[in-house]
């Protein structure tokens, strides 16, 4: 893991595409400016989590009525 200090209004950039600015600070938080092309999404770690979990779900779902759906698929033979 890369740690940086960057002062109010300093830049990082990531790549090419991606420059995060710090904007603010209010006691201890930081706040961020992120800027990068539409094709590279940017989300908030809890917010992905709860994406993967959905994903994750999904695919039981879709795997669950696979499966059953070839069980009674058997049945019918």
């Not at 090419?16 to 904007?23: A, Q, S």
């Not at 990068?36 to 999404?41: D, G, I, L, M, R």
């Not at 039981?60 to 069980?71: D, I, M, P, V, W």
Request: proline letters at 3%; hydrophobic letters at 40%; charged letters at 30%.
């Amino acid at each position: 893991m890369l740690v940086l200090r960057r002062k109010l209004g300093e830049v990082i950039r990531i790549g090419t595409g991606v420059t995060v600015r710090v904007l603010e600070f209010r006691g201890n938080q930081v706040h961020l400016g992120l800027e990068a092309p539409p094709e590279v999404k940017i989300f908030r770690e809890e917010v992905y989590r709860a994406m993967q979990r959905e994903e994750q779900a999904a695919d039981r779902t879709f795997e669950n009525g696979a499966s059953q759906t070839l069980t009674a698929a058997r049945h019918l033979e």
